[in-house]
């Protein structure tokens, strides 16, 4: 009984992050989720008392969805810099991939005037930047100049600005891109000499999960 729930409001998530993604959050009503997923009015209100709980439900999957990647990419040995990097190509993807995080997007966009959310896409991007970059630190990986709020403001507006351009150009292009930006932003944030050590195209073998 406990793993048809658990299905059921997974089921329910996704679908209302395809209808957010899709129509935008005041168009996406929890008649047409329903529909889509087939389950009935109360099994929707049992998981999801109203759209704004299912909002802040889809927002806090699209953050753990970026908080998981950025574990794996830590678990696999990468250093602090190494995993900002993957983190731009990663939501480069998923924000054109994963209607979950392009949702948990634009539920923060065209939601700003409600109380804050369970979870803000912005706020969880924001905290993930300055955490890596004060371990960027500790580890003596950038200069003076990559230490101070003027990094890390720099380097939360490039995550943010992602969700300008991400559906707006070409994959491989977009990629390229980003990587020539992280090329450019290195000799910015690492001493001299170091931007080599680091890999500024996108890494391989690490696919969007759209489950």
Known sequence: MQAR???????LIQAGARMFNEHGYASATLGRIVAVTGVTKGALYFHFASKDVL???VQEEGSARLVD?????????????QVLIDMTHWLSRALRE???????????????????PVTDFHRVWNREVVRLLREAAEAGELRPAGRDEGAATL????????????????????????AASWDLLLTLLVPPHEADRYRTHAP????????
């Open 204 to 211: 391989d073998g690490d696919p969007v999960d759209v489950a």
């Open 98 to 116: 994963d209607p979950v995080v392009g949702a948990g997007l634009r539920i923060t966009h065209e939601c700003v005037d409600r109380e804050p």
């Open 155 to 178: 380097l939360w507006a490039t995550v943010c600005g992602l969700a300008a351009v991400a559906k707006a150009l070409p994959t491989d292009e977009l990629a390229r891109r980003l």
């Open 55 to 57: 909002a802040d439900a």
């Open 69 to 81: 990647f950025l574990r794996r990419r830590e678990d696999a040995g990468a250093s602090p810099v």
């Open 5 to 11: 729930s658990e299905r059921t409001r997974h089921n």
